[in-house]
């Protein structure tokens, strides 16, 4: 392997989940609450796979989470970690 180089490996993958809680936690959700906003919005994802950020946030807020507002970079993670779940 030539120096500088790195090897990559799906095992290296950082934790998506882990990655969509801790920023979801910095734009003011519960981390207690956490992961139940992630159901919801798994389940706005598959029935919606193509909706923007904006969509999504008005459907979680018609579930219940006021206040909740994804943004692009947000939506993305949860769209990974959807798709890194399926078996």
Do not use: C
């Amino acid at each position: 392997m030539e120096a500088g180089r790195q090897y990559y490996s799906p095992a290296m993958q950082p934790d998506l989940y882990q990655l969509l809680i801790t920023r979801l936690r910095q734009q003011g959700v519960n981390s207690d609450e956490a992961p139940a906003l992630l159901r919801d919005l798994a389940n706005i994802l598959g029935s919606s796979p193509e909706i923007d950020s904006a969509a999504a946030s008005s459907k979680l807020q018609l579930l219940g989470w006021n206040g909740v507002a994804l943004d692009y970079q947000s939506l993305q993670l949860a769209l990974a970690w959807i798709e890194s779940e399926k078996p």
